[in-house]
């Protein structure tokens, strides 16, 4: 007695295609809306920042993020001193450029603890808010994000470019708290640049705080 094949509602070529599909070469397609460099500032004294082989075009699809990312070392692996700059092309990682100088930075300071249990979490978290332009119509005023390795405890900052655009700032301080998962009651920074490059003692005073 001949039997018939069973049906299926996917042939092997449609299952071939779907899983083509969701390659991520091919849907990790969108183009970013910045150009970005990446630069190191190493421990050594006598050198500012060493600009890494790191260029991401504002023509790159999000997929060349990832690549950049998955070829450096992650904030945690870096030597005491050492810090990570990831600027708008054309920006300098330093309060005298033409872009920073008015401005000011939502400031994160973590325990030593934190530095294996969060560091390299919030700094790609830090890195994707930039490159996906996460924080709608305030992303204009962002400027680039730094992670410094620390003995005391490491720190981790986005730079805006003007320290009286309240509007923007705040924006960009609850979408980034909101993005980290920091605890409401955990208070985040905003601090200009001004103050911290003329403060007198150890801390410098928030500006704006959510």
Request: with cysteine; aromatic share 8%.
């Amino acid at each position: 007695m001949a039997t018939s094949e069973p049906k299926t509602t996917e042939t092997e070529d449609q299952q071939a295609e779907s899983q083509v599909a969701a390659s991520p070469d091919k849907y990790i397609k969108h183009p970013l809306q910045n150009s970005f460099s990446l630069n190191l500032v190493p421990h050594h004294r006598g050198l500012v920042w060493v600009q890494l082989p790191a260029l991401l075009s504002n023509n790159d699809p999000l997929l060349h993020f990832w690549a950049l990312y998955n070829h450096i070392q992650q904030p945690s692996k870096l030597g005491f001193g050492c810090d990570y700059c990831l600027f708008k092309d054309g920006i300098k990682p330093m309060w005298e450029d033409d872009r920073n100088k008015l401005g000011g930075r939502w400031l994160i300071t973590l325990n030593k603890q934190q530095r294996h249990n969060d560091l390299d979490r919030f700094w790609m978290e830090t890195l994707l808010c930039l490159v996906g332009e996460s924080f709608d119509e305030a992303s204009d005023d962002v400027c680039g994000a730094v992670v410094n390795v620390r003995p005391k405890g490491d720190k981790l900052a986005i730079w805006t470019s003007n320290c009286q655009n309240r509007d923007a700032i705040m924006t960009i301080g609850q979408l980034y708290k909101e993005r980290l998962n920091i605890p409401i009651k955990a208070m985040l920074g905003y601090q200009s640049h001004d103050d911290t490059s003329s403060k007198s003692g150890s801390t410098t005073k928030n500006m704006y705080s959510i």
